[in-house]
């Protein structure tokens, strides 16, 4: 009698074993999973706020690229005419008007419309435009009895005299005298003042 009861006890604690280990099994299961779950949910947390982040950092791009440059008070601004008939260019360089200081690119736009903006910087602006007619700015550079002078050719081709210079053409060299006596000419008024500080 004693042995059947020995066999059922130790029947009853194997059985109870397993039961318990198979309990503490499927709760460890649980954990795990709870454990994954977890992580996935921080993972994708983490990802929504790396993406809000993005968002945000783009927002702050946008408003940054929304600050034009503008136009500081000690700007230059040069006015460049291109003249239709005779393909000459020339340049008006000159301080920034009042009117234009602090106006954007845009803003410059809409004011003067029918020049096109090749540079645009807060200190430095360059507007162009072509024209109709010939620029005025042709001229003819010869021999006077012995002075340099200076005469505009107008647009029928003929010459008005522009300007009597001070230089005496026997001290330049031989080779500006022959081309003196042909007549030298120039095209702007720069190009003609750089020639006449050369022969002076």
């Given at each position: 009698?004693?042995?059947?009861?020995?066999?059922?006890?130790?029947?009853?604690v194997i059985i109870g074993a397993?039961?318990?280990?198979?309990?503490?099994?499927?709760?460890?299961?649980?954990?795990?999973?709870?454990?994954?779950?977890?992580?996935i949910a921080t993972e994708e947390?983490?990802?929504?706020?790396?993406?809000?982040?993005?968002?945000?950092?783009?927002?702050?791009?946008?408003?940054?690229?929304?600050?034009?440059?503008?136009?500081?008070?000690?700007?230059?601004?040069?006015?460049?005419?291109?003249?239709?008939?005779?393909?000459?260019?020339?340049?008006?360089?000159?301080?920034?008007?009042?009117?234009?200081?602090?106006?954007?690119?845009?803003?410059?736009?809409?004011?003067?419309?029918?020049?096109?903006?090749?540079?645009?910087?807060?200190?430095?602006?360059?507007?162009?435009?072509?024209?109709?007619?010939?620029?005025?700015?042709?001229?003819?550079?010869?021999?006077?009895?012995?002075?340099?002078?200076?005469?505009?050719?107008?647009?029928?081709?003929?010459?008005?005299?522009?300007?009597?210079?001070?230089?005496?053409?026997?001290?330049?060299?031989?080779?500006?005298?022959?081309?003196?006596?042909?007549?030298?000419?120039?095209?702007?008024?720069?190009?003609?003042?750089?020639?006449?500080?050369?022969?002076?």
């Amino acid at each position: 009698m004693n042995k059947i009861i020995i066999i059922l006890l130790t029947i009853i604690v194997i059985i109870g074993a397993i039961v318990t280990g198979f309990i503490l099994y499927s709760q460890n299961d649980n954990e795990k999973e709870e454990t994954i779950v977890k992580e996935i949910a921080t993972e994708e947390n983490t990802s929504k706020n790396e993406e809000n982040k993005v968002e945000l950092n783009t927002e702050n791009i946008i408003v940054t690229n929304s600050n034009e440059e503008r136009i500081s008070p000690n700007a230059f601004i040069t006015f460049k005419e291109t003249f239709k008939e005779c393909g000459h260019t020339t340049s008006e360089f000159v301080e920034v008007p009042k009117e234009f200081v602090n106006l954007s690119e845009s803003e410059l736009k809409e004011r003067y419309g029918e020049w096109e903006i090749e540079k645009f910087t807060d200190s430095d602006i360059v507007l162009s435009k072509e024209v109709e007619g010939s620029c005025n700015e042709h001229f003819l550079v010869k021999d006077i009895n012995g002075i340099v002078k200076v005469f505009k050719i107008l647009d029928d081709g003929s010459e008005e005299e522009y300007m009597e210079t001070d230089i005496a053409t026997e001290y330049l060299t031989d080779t500006d005298k022959i081309e003196m006596e042909k007549g030298i000419k120039i095209n702007g008024k720069q190009n003609l003042n750089q020639l006449i500080e050369d022969y002076e």
